[in-house]
């Protein structure tokens, strides 16, 4: 069936650092990919996504690819900010499955000044 | 534009008492979705809408009901609530394949 693995947190940084958020998946077909992103005591909302292989999601500093050889869509930033501070979810949507999202467990990630 | 509207914010309830959690979308959605969020286990979906007057059962859908009202409205209704049940409860929808957050309901049930 259709899966999404990604990293445990916490993830703590200092401002600045560079970001990685490592997500694989398992799904039959072409799949499309999301990041979602929490901030504290809100909803979701979609940060980034990629509908085919290769395809580069971005939005506000963060990207991720899509790789299907390696079935993977990691997140990345290049440089932090204390406003980051939030949980992240990787999810896939696929035909398969009435295209309902399968999610990850979501990555927390705090941002030290 | 309002968006997923969620109805109450926080609630807390006896057990064996029953509630109704509300969900409006304005974007004429036609899937919509209940979750429940837990420390460590990420999101569970409890059922889904495809379409107006369509439900099905999600992952865990032991001790709710749902009702798809019309294509905007979609309840989420405990009939007699358990401890297990104390979560952050969201509604979402979606047209295709991106979806939308309502701000979450946090209940407690002691």
């Known amino acids: 069936g259709n899966s999404v693995t990604q990293m445990e947190g916490p993830v703590t940084l200092s401002e600045e650092a560079f970001l990685t958020i490592n997500c694989t998946y398992t799904a039959t077909g072409y799949p499309s990919l999301f990041w979602y992103v929490q901030y504290p005591g809100e909803g979701l909302q979609l940060l980034l996504k990629a509908t085919k292989a290769d395809d580069k999601g971005s939005n506000k500093g963060f990207e991720a690819t899509y790789r299907k050889e390696t079935t993977s869509f990691h997140l990345e930033k290049g440089s932090v900010q204390v406003s980051d501070s939030a949980v992240y979810f990787c999810a896939l949507s696929a035909w398969g499955n009435n295209r309902k999202l399968i999610w990850g467990l979501g990555t927390s990630l705090a941002v030290n000044p | 534009n309002a968006g997923v509207t969620q109805t109450p914010k926080f609630q807390v309830l006896k057990t064996g008492q029953s509630m109704t959690l509300q969900c409006a979308q304005d974007m004429n959605h036609n899937s919509m979705y209940w979750y429940r969020q837990d420390p460590g286990m990420g999101l569970r979906l409890i059922y889904y809408s495809a379409s107006e007057g369509t439900t099905d059962k999600g992952e865990v859908p032991n001790g709710y009901n749902v009702s798809r009202l019309n294509k905007r409205e979609f309840s989420l209704r405990l009939e007699s609530a358990a401890p297990s049940q104390t979560s952050v409860y969201f509604c979402?929808?979606?047209?295709?394949?991106?979806?939308?957050f309502g701000q979450g309901t946090r209940l407690t049930v002691v």
């Open positions: 979402a929808s979606s047209a295709n394949t991106e979806a939308f």
